[in-house]
Nanobody, 118 residues
Framework: QVQLVESEGGSVQSGGSLNLSCAAS????????ITWYRQAPGKEREVVAE??????????NYAEFAKGRFTVSRDDNKRMAYLQMNNLKPEDAATYYC?????????WGKGTLVTISS
């Protein structure tokens, strides 16, 4: 079955960096866009960034808050997606999810918690 497994998050100091990964299995990974979302306590889940297949030539899309600080990437051969987060701010604290839209269904990882310490 479809599985998306995020790497462990963690606590990072404000201004620090963290790289999240997402391991995918159970579906043909290459053509499927991978989207990273996040959800902070008391807030709605929001898109962070999306990356299409490397062979598509399409540039990744980022939420405004992520531009210039976050980089999304993928390795289709390894069936992995990544979210490199730099210059983290307190407002980046959230549970981060990777997601794949396959046909009419959207699949989610269980999420990984990122906390920011000042």
């Amino acid at each position: 079955q479809v599985q998306l497994v995020e790497s462990e998050g963690g606590s990072v100091q404000s201004g620090g960096s963290l790289n999240l990964s997402c391991a995918a299995s159970g579906f043909v990974f290459r053509p499927v866009p991978i989207t990273w979302y996040r959800q902070a306590p008391g807030k709605e889940r929001e898109v962070v960034a999306e990356v299409e297949s490397g062979s598509s030539g399409a540039r990744p899309n980022y939420a405004e808050f992520a531009k210039g600080r976050f980089t999304v990437s993928r390795d289709d051969n390894k069936r992995m997606a990544y979210l490199q987060m730099n210059n983290l701010k307190p407002e980046d604290a959230a549970t981060y999810y990777c997601s794949a839209q396959i046909g009419s269904r959207q699949f989610w990882g269980k999420g990984t918690l990122v906390t920011i310490s000042s």
